[in-house]
């Protein structure tokens, strides 16, 4: 041991796992994250993971968090070391006076350890090979028997894990019984051998309230089924294939015919991304409620059909689980890089909605409100999540449904409407909306058909290379764009404590950390009026709230600043008066990163007087 | 040439059929194509086919890519919705289509440059998946909109009007589409017209894949001494292995043919396909026969035609993937969204 202190704090650190990717580690992992919050302690997990099914190295975080900090936090304080590959950087990056937690069946030679840590061995080789001897059960049981020997070093209550278990594999008794007993044995070996409890200590708290745990992909896809969406296409891609998979899972749970047992859906594993934005442009075209979910690469190869969506006008819901680019890029890690790739996405003049989830729960949410706006807008929608939100538990708000709550399908004239003699242009914009009426195929024997095309076309839908009748779509589509503005949702503000001429616009994932770090700013005395942006195009107090600050922060997980460029360019905003604060080395941003960055920038505002200065 | 309006009046003596349609009703706009172009011999043999059938113009949807070819939608059946959609990926927007509403009648019209060059693999998956789809590929072996290039249905060793000879080997649509389980191949030449709309008529009532390769010189630029997709070229190569008639309903078979040379096909539907057989050993239930004869033949420089392959029981899409009979763009909030109480059950299974 040395003079460092041991770190000492109760329901606030941060445990990380390294393991071998393939090694079954990742269900004990999330096993110990939600016994923490059945401990009514909000926690934080994520994976950190390599392009890779098998061998490489992958970690799993847990911030442990009473004060409901969801965002990333940076910094170990335990590292439960399990990768002998990575043991150098893992030892390596444990806080001063944490701790290190590692199977010590094989002695290690004191030089691959700290002398500022408290290091931890249990034998858990040795435990495991002398209760079990099928391979496979020695590697899965190594996993709860850590658990377990955690479960007694942070003072967590073992029946909550127990009745996790026991949740986990109901029915299923032999399995529930041998996992519950390998828990014991590494508690029981703790307890037994080591001084327990740590420093870092778990005590239960009530701060979990009725928020729910789960995955943002799996919300998203499950907004897709609240949403009406039947048909799904897709091409799978890191990290954006859970949204198609869990599509799958909860449309098998929930739509099934009651009687005949039939699919009231239709999900296509595509060829590649092309086929998949062709199937959910032409089930659009044909009045199905259809989406894809893809990543960066993905986004690239259907530019030309996004296009078409949107000067032919056809609905399409794309969800966008961004990774850090460009090309193949850091495929298993998280960034907010396709901003500028989608809001312009295709060749022409073109631009499109996007809509920004801060969480699952508004994944969940703006998942469903796609399709209504899709079908409003007759165009393509981007649902911009990123792998922080995607493919992490979150913990997030229940999600909330209003039975009473009618699709908008937008406007389509129906047969009756033809046969009433309605006129129908299906460019013809009736009530300066910019939005035209269109039919679905099959409607009606004479009236209300049309042909659809990406080539210019007059209001009637009529081949047309003229000049002018060009224009005049272009400009309506202008004003469809406008139309849209009102219709997304809107930014949410937030005022400092005290008048401050310094506001922030942040949006996504950045969230959880941005609001951690205006309380860091706070008590560094730094008062900032935050503005999250949650669509483009942007709301109208997008620009009014640059216009009552003398300084905004932008703060966005890319490298080109890409929010900044996009409100820079449609808001005519001076760039001067954007400061870009990015964060893209692939983790996801933190507190400590934005309060430093901020804080110094906002140190250098600060004007001392001449003479105090030489005195 | 849109610009000139089809006049809408016609004959009152015009020849109706089932429906009380007349041909007229199955028309399109008038085509911009070049005078002589062999696609304009598949429009009308499409409306003939259309009409033969009595099927309501309005349940079809006619869907392309990009081409000569792919333009052709505008000239048909005016009443039905039509797409003309990116080049090479009719077949996906056409699977999409088909999934959102399984009542209409899909009609996939592409060209070689669509389906074998750049949206060759659309086509493949396409086929593979058992779309419910007629796919007609009018196939002249060169890119027509662009002024001459080969496309890769054309033959090695042909020449393209500016004189140069294709050294790249040819893609044939009709032995890929065998080979990826189509249920329904043929292959046609526009010049034939005799041929072709009962081909076309009974892919359209096959339930599955029906895959049609129509021969269709292209009259500006690959009709040449040396092209081998030329009027001339086919009419001499050309090598029908049948004959066919499409018998809907009940009406009994003409018994015009020799006993033994008419072979009756029933598809699911009732559709009775009657094939005059003209080569006596040709099985077009045999899949592997079929690939072996296509390729024999192409060996001596011959064009098969005729219906090629047919499995009458076929499955398509739909049925894989079994979804509910209602099209999925009929269904309401009632019968897709699982409701509150439901969203309460999965937040309590989340904490």
Known sequence: MSVQSPISSVNDFVVRFANVNGSGSASANELFARSILRHGVPVSPRNIFPSNIQGLPTWYEVRVTEDGHLGARGGVDMMVAMNPQTWDKDVASIEPGGYLFYDSTKPMPSSKFRDDITVIGVPLTAITNSTYSDPRQRQLFKNIIYLGALCALLDMDPKLVEQLIGEQYKGKEKLLSSNVHALHLGRDWALQNLKCPLGLRVRKADKVGDRIFIEGNSAAALGAVYGGATVCAWYPITPSSSVAEAFTSHCKKYRHDAETGKAKYAIVQGEDELASIGIVIGASWNGARAFTATSGPGISLMTEFIGLSYFAEIPAVIMNIQRAGPSTGMPTRTQQCDVIACAYASHGDTKHVLLFPEDPAEAFEFAAHAFDLAERLQTTIFLMLDLDIGMNHRLCRPLKWDDARQYDRGKVMTAEMLEEGRDFGRYLDVDGDGIPFRTYPGTHPTKGSYFTRGTSRDRYARYSEEGAVYADNMQRLVRKFETAQDMVPRPLQANAAKPTKYGVIYFGSTSPAMDEAIGILEARGHQLDRLRIRAFPFHSSVASFIADHDFVYVVEQNRDAQLRQLIVNENGIDPVRLVPILHYDGTPITARFIANSIGDHQDHLKVTPLRKAVS | ?351
């Not at chain 2, 927007?93 to 060759?120: E, K, P, Q």
């Not at chain 2, 002249?140 to 249905?153: D, E, H």
């Not at chain 2, 009979?325 to 969203?343: F, M, R």
Request: aromatic fraction near 6%; hydrophobic fraction near 35%; charged fraction near 20%.
């Open chain 2, 1 to 351: 040439m849109t610009y000139i309006a089809k006049p809408k009046f016609h004959h009152p003596g015009l020849r109706k059929n089932e429906l009380g349609y007349t041909h007229r009703d199955y028309e399109g706009k008038i085509s911009t194509l070049c005078a002589g172009c062999g696609h304009d011999s598949i429009t009308a043999s499409i409306i003939e086919a259309c009409y033969e059938l009595s099927i309501e113009p309005h349940r079809v949807a006619k869907i392309s890519g990009i081409g000569c070819s792919s333009k052709t939608p505008d000239y048909f059946l005016g009443n039905s919705h039509g797409f003309n959609s990116v080049h090479g990926r009719m077949p996906s927007v056409l699977t999409g289509a088909n999934l959102a509403n399984r009542d209409l009648i899909y009609l996939g019209v592409s060209g070689d440059g669509d389906s074998a060059s750049i949206g060759f693999g659309q086509f493949a998956h396409s086929i593979r998946r058992g779309v419910n789809m007629t796919y007609i590929v009018e196939n002249n072996g060169v890119y027509g909109l662009t002024k001459g290039q080969f496309s890769a249905t054309a033959d090695r060793g042909s020449k393209s009007k500016k004189g140069v000879t294709n050294t790249d080997n040819a893609i044939d649509l009709v032995a890929i589409a065998l080979q990826l389980g189509a249920t329904f191949v043929a292959r046609s030449f526009s010049g034939d017209k005799t041929q072709l709309v009962p081909l076309i008529a009974a892919a359209i009532r096959h339930k599955g894949a029906s895959f049609i390769d129509v021969i269709s010189p292209c009259i500006a630029f690959n009709n040449h001494a040396g092209s081998t997709k030329s009027f001339d070229y086919v009419r001499e190569h050309n090598d029908a292995v049948n004959r066919l008639d499409v018998l809907v309903g009940r009406e009994p078979i003409s018994v015009d043919y020799a006993p033994g040379t008419v072979q009756v096909v029933e598809q699911h539907d009732g559709t009775r396909l009657a094939l005059r057989k003209l080569d006596a050993d040709y099985d077009p239930h045999d899949r592997l026969g079929a690939q072996t004869f296509l390729q024999k033949h192409a060996a001596k420089g011959q064009i098969v035609t005729g219906l090629l392959y047919v499995d009458p029981e076929a499955e398509d899409l739909h049925t894989h993937l079994d979804t509910v009979e209602t099209p999925l763009n009929a269904l309401d909030e009632k019968a897709l969204c699982p409701g509150s109480a439901v969203l309460d059950k999965i937040n309590a299974s989340l904490r």
